[in-house]
């Protein structure tokens, strides 16, 4: 008797457990109600060419950062993707930064060109932990004053929709 009402509340408890992490996203993937509002995380980093880049240097305009690596396969399905809104945005103020995360830097050269990469890539600093990221491909989008507005985790078509409207109406709102 003891055994199987363990297994119950075991089981109550697992389910419940498995509910939280999507209790904080809606069904794209991102945050609940939208547009969040919260002080982006400062940092400074360094590019695949050496150059360090701090988000301070960017403000003015809306950043996304998006956390992926070389082992990832969703990610290589979300970076052409990510190529592409680069070159159709990059005019109206959209600046696209990719965060490597777990890889060496000597592979990512090969990997930037095989896919095209056209945003400057940084390396893995820690960046991804002090963002919480834990899903990959994660997206950020940080907002022209600074503020960090959307979250996206994973690669779905529908996903990626939500994350391209969240980034259009933040680049309209600093037009």
């Keep these: 008797m003891k055994t199987r009402r363990t297994r119950i509340w075991?089981?109550?408890?697992?389910?419940?457990?498995?509910?939280?992490?999507?209790?904080?996203?809606?069904?794209?993937?991102?945050?609940?109600?939208?547009?969040?509002?919260?002080?982006?995380i400062a940092f400074e980093a360094t590019d695949l060419d050496g150059n360090t880049l701090r988000l301070s240097d960017l403000e003015g305009q809306?950043?996304?950062?998006?956390?992926?690596?070389?082992?990832?396969?969703?990610?290589?399905?979300?970076?052409?993707?990510?190529?592409?809104?680069?070159?159709?945005?990059?005019?109206?103020?959209?600046?696209?930064?990719?965060?490597?995360?777990?890889?060496?830097?000597e592979a990512l050269p090969p990997f930037v060109e095989e896919f095209g990469m056209t945003y400057p890539v940084l390396l893995d600093d820690g960046l991804a932990e002090r963002y919480e990221v834990i899903v990959f491909p994660t997206s950020l989008v940080i907002d022209r004053a600074g503020r960090l507005r959307f979250r996206v985790e994973g690669f779905l078509p529908e996903r990626f929709e939500a994350l391209t409207a969240a980034v259009d109406r933040l680049l309209d709102d600093g037009a």
């Design 62 to 105: 809306v950043v996304l950062i998006n956390f992926w690596g070389v082992w990832c396969t969703s990610c290589r399905h979300e970076i052409p993707e990510l190529v592409a809104l680069d070159r159709q945005w990059r005019d109206r103020g959209l600046v696209i930064l990719g965060a490597d995360w777990g890889d060496p830097p």
């Design 10 to 40: 075991l089981l109550v408890l697992l389910v419940f457990a498995l509910a939280l992490p999507a209790a904080a996203q809606d069904e794209t993937g991102a945050v609940e109600g939208g547009l969040i509002d919260e002080p982006a």
